[in-house]
């Protein structure tokens, strides 16, 4: 039960980690929500040491995260026009 809750929590943060465009802010989300996780998972005098972990592996999740929502800005080679567009 603890393993699975454990996996759950972990993949709610790459899923909140990755809910902007900007790879700071996302690594940031990351690394508050791993904290959390962390500090759930230790106990006594592993509970820093899990919290430390958790925000690394956090960081780590939500510095990589790929938003789905991500918009790049192309440029139309005849025109010369710039326009926004999901990226590819």
């Known amino acids: 039960m603890r393993k699975t809750?454990?996996?759950?929590?972990l993949a709610l943060i790459g899923?909140?980690?990755?809910?902007t465009n900007d790879q700071g802010i996302n690594a940031a989300t990351g690394a508050l929500a791993?904290?959390?996780?962390?500090?759930q998972i230790g106990g006594g005098k592993g509970s820093t040491a899990a919290t430390l972990?958790?925000?690394a592996i956090g960081t780590a999740i939500g510095a990589n995260a790929t938003p789905t929502n991500?918009?790049?800005t192309y440029r139309n080679p005849q025109t010369g026009?710039?326009?926004?567009a999901p990226c590819n």
């Open 70 to 72: 991500k918009v790049c």
């Open 34 to 39: 791993g904290a959390a996780v962390g500090s």
């Open 81 to 84: 026009a710039l326009y926004e």
């Open 5 to 9: 809750a454990y996996i759950g929590m």
């Open 53 to 55: 972990a958790g925000a």
């Open 15 to 19: 899923f909140v980690a990755g809910c």
